[in-house]
């Protein structure tokens, strides 16, 4: 039986309302996957994604960034609550870490096999959380934005990264790809990339439907995207 619970979290100055999901029948402490939403805020979008974890054996974890009730309901305010952490991402890398303290201390969690996965600003945090030596196994971005903190880290990057890029993303240019590689290499992680042809961003969303601004879902790279990230997951957990 898949179970589906809303789990509040707190800070100093926030409480948090993200969306966790398992499977009920397995038995024993199971791998956790963190999951980070768009710029608009942890929706049924992640929540589905936490179902679908759920049914191959995780505890997925949609997590909130913004605050309890903190959602946008247009672009022009998902740009404001995405702005407000993007020029502070210490901010940003503390929530993330809050969100992962409590995905890691949860009762159906095996603490050692944690992943985090991330879509469009999603996958700017996750890999924050990366780039900051998060006790993580593995990382994956699906359409992310590659933009590194200015943050002074020095260390190698201990989890195994998978980004999954549409190559004609307009918010990840091939330019910035290659800057990503060089970083991660620079670091000393393990990491690949696979990159989509014909795909834009946002293109595991079918409501995304702005072509003329290179956001569009695609189908057969949303397949083939998540399938990758199951056998990647696979491997790093097992």
Known sequence: MIITKTIQYHDAQNTYEGYMSW??????????????PTFR????????????LAKIGYVGFAIDLYGKGIRAN????????????N?????L???MQLALDTLQNHEQVDAGRIGAIGFCFGGKCVLDLARSGAAIQGTVTFHGVYDKPDIPYHAPITSSLLIL?????????PDQTAALAKELTGRGADWQLHAFGHTGHAFTNPNAKFPEKGMFYQEQSNNRAWKLMVDFFHERFY
């Not at 247009?74 to 952490?85: G, H, K, T």
């Not at 020029?87 to 901010?91: A, F």
């Not at 890029?165 to 240019?173: I, K, N, Q, S």
């Open 87 to 91: 020029n502070n991402r210490p901010l």
């Open 41 to 52: 805020g942890q929706s049924e979008f992640e929540n589905k994604k936490a179902e679908e």
């Open 23 to 36: 499977d009920n029948d397995l038995p024993g402490k199971k791998p956790g996957v963190l999951i980070a």
């Open 74 to 85: 247009s672009p022009d305010e998902a740009q404001q609550l995405m702005d407000s952490l």
């Open 93 to 95: 890398l503390k929530r």
């Open 165 to 173: 890029h549409g190559w004609e993303d307009p918010l990840a240019t």
